[in-house]
């Protein structure tokens, strides 16, 4: 996956043009190096999926 890719998917979960987005295990580590990188990094949730897919979405309070 591509910086620009990740950072435009990013942004749309975070102004909520995109409810949710699925990211497959072999994109998983190109994409976190870009999630990790956001100041409102905690406000991404990633949900594991059968077979190594993650589902992100974004939420209004940060994970602790």
């Known amino acids: ?4 890719d990740a950072k435009e ?3 749309k ?10 990211i497959t295990k ?6 976190r190096q870009f999630l990790v990188k956001r100041a409102d990094f ?3 949730k ?3 999926q059968h077979g190594g ?4 979405r ?3 309070e940060p994970r602790s």
């Open 26 to 31: 072999e994109e998983f580590l190109a994409f």
């Open 53 to 56: 897919d993650v589902i992100y």
């Open 9 to 11: 998917i990013l942004e």
């Open 42 to 44: 905690k406000h991404f």
């Open 1 to 4: 996956m591509q910086e620009q």
């Open 58 to 60: 974004y939420m209004d």
């Open 46 to 48: 990633g949900i594991a």
């Open 13 to 22: 979960l975070a102004n909520r043009e995109m409810g949710e987005y699925r």
